[in-house]
């Protein structure tokens, strides 16, 4: 089932790719081992886009992502996507997310994600984009975020 990503307007969220070539994330700072991030390409200014990855803790304490900013976005939030009674995919914003010691999430569509608002840039696909991770403690975290074909069968244009 693909989402209908009709709260933000924005075609980025709709369609699923399988797992192809991995973000060229550097080595991880302290206990974040972040994997595999990825978004549609998307050439609307001013629309919006998810981001998605695996975020694992690999050290001793639970973490906590409190947020993420990205140079080419007004506003980056943190969302999760639940399916409501009527079968709608409904965007709620997530104020933190706690990460035991050991555990993986997963940032994916239908799921968790970080949501960029209001894009400045197009998203081109074969690009990369950097995002930084921000936590409760420790450093910011900067990740590499591939850019990935739209899969224009799945747009939702409205
Ligand atoms: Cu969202």
Redesign the pocket.
């Known amino acids: 089932m693909r989402p209908k990503a009709r709260?933000?307007g924005v075609a980025a969220?709709a369609v699923l790719f399988a797992l192809a070539a991995s973000a060229q994330t550097p080595p991880p700072t302290g206990d974040v081992r972040i994997e595999n991030a990825w978004t549609h390409a998307n050439s609307e200014i001013g629309g919006?886009a998810?981001v998605y990855f695996s975020l694992t803790n690999v050290g001793a304490k639970t973490i906590e992502l409190i947020g993420a900013r990205a140079d080419f976005a007004s506003i980056e939030?943190l969302?999760?996507?639940d399916i409501d009674t009527k079968g709608v995919p409904r965007?709620s914003a997530v104020p933190e997310l706690k990460v035991a010691p050991g555990a993986t999430v997963q940032l994916q569509p239908d799921g968790l994600?970080v949501?960029l608002i209001d894009l400045e840039l197009p998203l081109v696909e074969g690009e990369t984009l950097s995002l930084r991770l921000k936590f409760e403690e420790g450093e910011d975290v900067l990740v590499a975020v591939s850019i990935r074909a739209t899969d224009t069968a799945g747009l939702v244009t409205e």
Request: glycine share 8%.
């Open positions: 709260e933000i969220l919006a998810g939030t969302h999760k996507t965007m994600h949501m």
